[in-house]
């Protein structure tokens, strides 16, 4: 896999990631439905945001960590 389509990849997990985390902020927040399903709403709406900071925040570390890396190169060559 490619530099740059490791990169796509990373960045659509983030983008994922920070959907389910307002998904989850939303259901837990505005949703009648969730609220009218007790602990599993809660347990549901949870899940949603874990999954979300699960996708989004490693995957920043790791893209943060190519693009560092993809300029001590550069920088090295000039």
Request: contains cysteine; hydrophobic residues 55%.
């Given at each position: 896999?490619?530099?740059?389509?490791?990169?796509?990849?990373?960045k659509?997990?983030?983008?994922?990631?920070?959907?389910?985390?307002?998904?989850?902020?939303?259901?837990?927040?505005?949703?009648?439905?969730?609220?009218?399903?007790?602990v599993?709403?809660?347990?549901?709406?949870?899940?949603?945001?874990?999954?979300?900071?699960?996708?989004?925040?490693?995957?920043?570390?790791?893209?943060?960590?190519?693009?560092?890396?993809?300029?001590?190169?550069?920088?090295?060559?000039?």
């Amino acid at each position: 896999m490619t530099d740059e389509k490791l990169m796509v990849c990373l960045k659509v997990c983030i983008f994922t990631g920070i959907c389910l985390i307002l998904l989850g902020v939303y259901l837990h927040n505005f949703s009648d439905v969730i609220e009218a399903m007790a602990v599993n709403g809660i347990i549901i709406s949870a899940m949603c945001v874990a999954f979300g900071m699960i996708l989004s925040l490693p995957t920043k570390m790791y893209l943060t960590f190519l693009l560092v890396m993809r300029e001590a190169e550069a920088s090295r060559r000039l």
